[in-house]
């Protein structure tokens, strides 16, 4: 074959169905698309499904449609519990979304100093690095029956509504701090100067200007936040007491009287919400994107004395008491008894990571979070790259894209219930991979694909097309363009992908506690198991621990990505010069 023929050969292809013509590296871009598809069904699509059919079937496997939905419906107890969930997940927005909203407008609208403003977000954001349970024992610490604080309840206890609200509204404030910072960031100083011009008041500017514009942040984060109550489990069962939720109820319908048919009810009750508040954000992140224009100035907060030390207070507030809340589980872990003998001592640490038989639960967490973290951020990003990078994908993109998303709406209890009826069944051929690590690992990386899929896509957008057009026209393999051009360029979403894995995975639980065994034990499902027992010391040193560790990791991944993005991102520098 002469030189010409093999340039007009170049590169192998086949030809599909309308006569399309597909390369080689196409075809491969394919199959490595279709693999992470099909992880996606199997360890998504079909664990749903399984709770759908387990729903209209009874014991014996018969179909007996709506019967165990109308049985649920007609049990007080049980519609109590949908009632409990409903109510108390919209008094926490009521009070999560707006704390949140002053303080994001504390940290974007004010003249505050930027290392005020830096300690104020870092001592905000510290929630998210802590189990969901932290947050109920030290609220029982503070409130409860030997509580520090229980003379300010009067007569009223601590265990039940008011432990939950209190305990979500600190788990949830960061996340809706978060999206409201974004919201609030997002403002056109044109219009505010028109105000000004027009003598319009500041308060005024302030109900006809800032919140409409940042409305879609404020639904976006009311959604967020009730479908985290909604579906947490850690909290209510720990402070919760004899008032039964959605998710509390899934647990013992399971575990406790192994009613798989009535749990699967309650497990689709509870996707219920999930689902409608995902539409709903859904819907709502479509329309936030033409809320700047090309025309837009950046808004420029002007001084105001007693506005901005008000604002400061309030936050500085706010930060004593989420402090106060993880201040009482590091001191609970580092006394001896409480409230008896306040002695310090590290035997809780030692009973927890030595002597108790949930000993290895630490170091099984730090395996599921490193695994999770590398695991989770290749096949993200991979997944990623050949849905936005590949040509003529069609359906696949589409079908590839409602796959990703979908496992926002899906709680984890509700996950973690579809594995042990799908996986745990004797005639899957996947029944081995139940109660090990594995089945762990890629449970959190589907239960938290969305976001950092999301995350790859905005930062995949950023790359032109045209790289990949090249590199074909010289004839360079696909794979190699990914690793030369794309991994480097997009080496700081990849690396905050990992991050966010590694913090998730340390602290997740209601995936978790439906698939654990005694040798693949959680840190999350020690601290529920020693907070049962009564060792409220060995579970908040187990906490606090959690806590330390993300804390160590975020710290080392900010010192290193300084290094790592040096060398990889001096690009931009030469850019901006």
Not at 194 to 202: E, K, N, S
Not at 279 to 303: C, E, H, N
Request: net charge positive; charged share 10%; glycine share 6%.
């Amino acid at each position: 074959m002469n030189t010409l023929a093999r340039v007009q050969a170049w590169p192998p292809a086949w030809q599909g169905r309308g006569g399309m013509r597909w390369s080689r590296d196409e075809l491969i871009a394919r199959g490595v698309l279709l693999l992470v598809m099909a992880m996606l069904f199997v360890f998504l699509i079909a664990p749903l499904f399984t709770i759908l059919v387990k729903a209209v079937l009874d014991k014996d496997g018969r179909f007996v449609g709506l019967t165990h939905f109308i049985t649920y419906f007609q049990t007080p107890s049980l519609l109590r519990a949908m009632w409990n969930s409903i109510w108390v997940s919209t008094v926490v927005v009521l009070i999560s979304v707006p704390t949140a909203f002053v303080f994001a407008y504390a940290l974007t609208r004010t003249c505050l100093p930027t290392p005020l403003k830096a300690t104020f977000r870092l001592i905000a954001l510290i929630p998210l690095l802590a189990p969901s349970l932290l947050s109920a024992i030290s609220f029982v610490q503070w409130f409860g029956n030997q509580g520090a604080l229980k003379f300010l309840l009067g007569g009223a206890s601590i265990y039940g509504a008011p432990g939950i609200i209190l305990a979500e509204v600190y788990n949830t404030f960061p996340h809706a701090l978060m999206i409201l910072v974004t919201a609030l960031s997002l403002a056109d100083g044109r219009l505010y100067e028109a105000a000004t011009a027009l003598r319009t008041p500041g308060w005024r500017q302030f109900t006809t200007i800032t919140l409409p514009s940042c409305k879609y942040g404020l639904i976006s984060a009311a959604t967020v936040v009730f479908t985290y109550v909604v579906s947490d489990f850690g909290a209510p069962k720990v402070i919760g007491g004899n008032f039964n939720v959605l998710s509390v109820d899934v647990f013992k319908q399971v575990v406790g009287q192994h009613n798989f048919s009535m749990g699967a009810v309650v497990g689709m009750l509870l996707l219920v919400p999930s689902i409608i508040s995902f539409a709903i954000d859904y819907t709502v992140r479509r329309k936030l994107k033409a809320q700047l224009t090309a025309r837009s100035v950046p808004y420029s907060p002007k001084p105001n004395r007693l506005g901005d030390t008000l604002l400061a207070g309030f936050c500085a507030l706010v930060c004593l008491l989420l402090l106060a809340t993880i201040g009482m589980a590091v001191y609970t872990s580092l006394i001896k008894l409480w409230p008896y003998d306040l002695s310090f001592t590290l035997k809780h640490y030692h009973f927890a990571l030595v002597e108790s038989d949930m000993a290895a639960a630490y170091t099984n967490s730090l395996i599921l979070a490193i695994s999770t973290a590398v695991g989770g951020s290749l096949i993200v990003f991979v997944g990623a790259y050949l849905i936005e990078k590949t040509r003529n994908l069609g359906l696949m993109r589409r079908a590839m894209h409602l796959m990703a998303v979908l496992s926002m709406a899906v709680p984890g209890l509700v996950l973690g219930l579809g594995y042990v009826m799908f996986f745990n069944h004797p005639a899957n051929p996947l029944n081995f991979l139940y109660q090990t690590m594995a089945i762990l690992i890629v449970s959190t990386i589907v239960h938290y694909y969305t976001s950092s899929h999301l995350t790859a896509i905005t930062a995949l957008k950023q790359i032109d097309n045209e790289f990949e057009a090249v590199s074909a026209s010289l004839k360079v393999p696909f794979f190699k363009t990914f690793v030369r051009v794309t991994v480097p360029v997009c080496l700081p979403a990849i690396l905050d992908i990992g991050r966010y894995f590694f913090v998730v995975s340390m602290a997740s639980l209601s995936c978790a506690i439906f698939l654990y065994s005694p040798e693949t034990i959680l840190a999350s499902v020690a601290i529920m198991h020693l907070d049962e027992a009564g060792d409220i010391g060995p579970a908040a040193a187990l906490a606090s621990l959690i806590v330390a560790t993300s804390t160590v990791v975020c710290i080392a991944y900010s010192l290193l990505t300084r290094v790592m993005l040096a060398r990889t991102q001096a690009w931009r520098q030469l850019r901006r010069t």
